[in-house]
């Protein structure tokens, strides 16, 4: 597998963190995680929903394939342990509040002294020279700072609550492709590096489709005239009879020529590929009467035949069931019978194994490193 001669030393918690190490796991990366001696370890174990053999769901899904090692790392001998670990690694990630590591002598500088090959990963929720860095903050308050919490505003202009936990997933992403450049990088100069992850940096690089009127024209979008937030006729969430949804996903010139050909509106097409805004008003009202005429499975047989951005409108577990999802390997089964979101990144010829072994939590184990 791609990682499988990546040594990784896992001190992070939660999601940021732990997703990407287990991502790294999946390809081949042998990961250990360093959990807090509290008698606990990484709090996902007793958090979420636990299956039928009372694993937490949300462990099993950023702890698989890992191996594990509870240390006091504020006692001298364990953190000896731990830095006898990191002498041979190649990549550490930690999540804990800048400075943290620099007083419990595990810093970037303490470790590179001893080994300068290895990328040093630092995630956190504004950055390690932020004047926000001692702030604590979790996924909403990023997102909350961001402004795209401000953005799921529904049509009593008030906002909702975020879907998705867009901070934590974007300083995944953001955090594995730094240490993946990073150590290709190492190949030529023999050298590690500091990687400094912030949440808040890593969301707002994923907006330069929503920020044309902040750089543009120095304003704040109008969310529900946006074309990603329904204020474009095409690019919306239509209530069918039965109260299901329908969701029309894409303007294209195309796409709306072929729909309102289909519906016997083929005058409405050009508009419909139109700017969204105050203008598509029209359109919605006259789609949002149209959707309420049949059920969601009439509108699924409807529109089936024809070349168009649409999809039902899925509960998560109807997303987990779908016939796309299995034949992505987005949902896998273990020998138990235990069920795991499949890895995204797939490759030709050196595919994923993702091993579906999860680590007890060892307060005085002693681990070495696997042979490269």
């Known amino acids: ?7 990784v030393l896992d001190l992070s918690q939660y999601l940021p963190g732990p997703h990407l190490t287990m991502t790294m796991a999946d390809h081949g990366a042998d990961v250990i995680m360093v959990e807090p001696a509290n008698g606990t370890g990484e709090p ?42 990191a002498d041979d690694a190649d990549v550490i990630v930690e999540a804990f ?14 470790v590179a002294a001893r080994n300068p090959r290895i990328v040093y990963c630092s995630i956190s929720a504004f950055g390690q020279d932020s004047p926000l860095k001692d702030k604590p903050a979790h996924d ?27 901070a934590d997933m974007a ?23 500091f990687i400094d992850i912030a949440m808040f940096d890593s969301l707002m690089a994923w907006t330069p489709n929503i920020t044309g009127t902040v750089l543009g024209e120095d304003r704040a979008p109008v969310p529900k005239q946006m074309r990603n937030y329904g204020g474009q006729a095409m690019n919306r969430l239509y209530e069918t009879k039965d109260g299901g949804h329908i969701a029309l996903a894409g303007n294209e010139k195309k796409f709306c020529e072929n729909f309102f050909a289909a519906l016997g509106r083929p005058d409405l097409a050009q508009p419909a590929a139109g700017e969204p805004g105050p203008t598509q008003a029209p359109l919605i ?32 577990k109807e997303a987990f069931s779908d016939q796309n999802a299995k034949a992505r390997g987005m949902v896998l089964t273990d ?16 595919p994923a194994h993702p091993d579906f072994s999860l680590p007890d939590y060892a307060p005085s184990a002693a681990l070495h490193w696997r042979p490269r």
């Not at 138990?336 to 490759?347: D, E, Q, S, V, Y």
Request: glycine letters at 8%; hydrophobic letters at 45%; a positive charge.
């Open 1 to 7: 597998m791609k990682l499988s001669f990546i040594r």
């Open 44 to 85: 996902t174990r007793a958090m979420g929903t636990r299956a039928k053999d009372g694993t937490s769901v949300w462990f099993r899904n950023i702890a698989r394939g890992k191996r594990a090692i509870a240390l006091d790392l504020k006692n001298a001998a364990q953190k000896d342990a731990f830095l006898k670990l």
């Open 97 to 110: 509040r800048p400075g943290v590591a620099k007083r419990l002598g595990i810093d970037y500088d303490r």
């Open 140 to 166: 909403l308050g990023v997102q909350a700072l961001v402004g795209t919490a401000d953005l799921s505003r529904g049509n009593d202009d008030k906002p909702a609550m975020p879907n998705l936990v867009a």
């Open 171 to 193: 300083s995944s992403l953001t955090a594995l492709s730094a240490i993946l450049m990073a150590l290709l990088a190492r190949e030529k100069s023999g050298k590690g590096d």
């Open 285 to 316: 009202a006259f789609l949002t009467g149209t959707f309420a005429t049949k059920t969601r499975a009439e509108w699924e047989a409807f529109l089936e035949p024809i070349d168009l951005c649409w999809a039902p409108l899925h509960t998560l």
């Open 335 to 350: 020998a138990a019978g235990n069920r795991h979101i499949g890895p995204a990144a797939k490759f030709r010829a050196e």
